[in-house]
Structure formats: C-alpha cells, structure tokens
C-alpha cells in the first residue's frame, strides 16, 4: 500500500510560479514511479508528467514542456512539480498518483493517488 498527500496548491496570477509537493508513505519509495495529473472542472484526469524510481528518467505532457519540471527526493519520500510560466488553463486540482502498471501517463494503470491540490490562476 502507499499512501500519498499533495500539498502547495494555492492561487496565483499568470505568469507566476508554484511547487506543489506529495508526500508519500507506506512502500519503500524508490522503488516505484510516480506522476502527476490534473483535473479542470468539467473535464477528464489529465496527464501532466512522471518521473521513474530514480529521478533518471523524466516525461511530459506537450502542454507543459519546459514550464514545469517534476522531481523527487527519495531520502524524503517527496515528489514534486515546479510550475513555472503558469496560465489561466492551468487551472485545475493537481494529483499525484504512484506506481503505474504500464504506460505511465494512462490514468487508468495508477493504483494509488492522493486526495489533490486546488491550483488556481487567475488572468
């Protein structure tokens, strides 16, 4: 079982920054992936990047290349998202998910997820 709590989720205007944070808890950390999705209202759990076990590996949405970068920290059990050049369409609750069996950004192959962060910003 992990265990998994998102944090840092707060508004902000366009073109600012954030660093959303997920703690997890339970399974050794490093040996599983992780990602991170995002639900707009009205709308289906987005893809937004992952990263494998060791933080050698990591993937994006073509929406958020080289705005956002994802890490992790296994000595801290954390895995983050620094959000830069943030847009209104950006909007959305942000979710970590862990352990992915098969492709990493299919929301369906994630086990565990956290409960979200509400990301809002504002034109």
């Known amino acids: 079982q992990v265990q998994l709590v998102e944090s840092g989720g707060r508004l902000v205007q366009a073109g600012g920054s954030l660093r959303l944070s997920c703690a997890a808890s339970?399974?050794?950390?490093?040996?599983?992936?992780l990602g991170w999705f995002r639900q707009a209202p009205g709308k289906g759990r987005e893809w937004v990047a992952a990263?494998?076990?060791?933080?050698?590996?990591?993937y994006y949405a073509d929406s958020v290349k080289g705005r956002f970068t994802i890490s992790r920290d296994n000595a801290k059990n954390t895995v983050y998202l620094q959000m830069n050049s943030l847009k209104p369409e950006d909007t959305a609750v942000y979710y970590c998910?862990?352990?992915?069996?098969?492709?990493?950004?299919?929301?369906?192959?994630?086990?565990?997820w956290g409960q979200g962060t509400q990301v809002t910003v504002s034109s």
């Open positions: 339970g399974r050794s950390f490093s040996t599983y992936c």
């Open positions: 998910a862990a352990e992915p069996r098969g492709a990493y950004y299919y929301v369906d192959n994630y086990g565990y």
């Open positions: 990263i494998n076990w060791s933080g050698g590996e990591t």
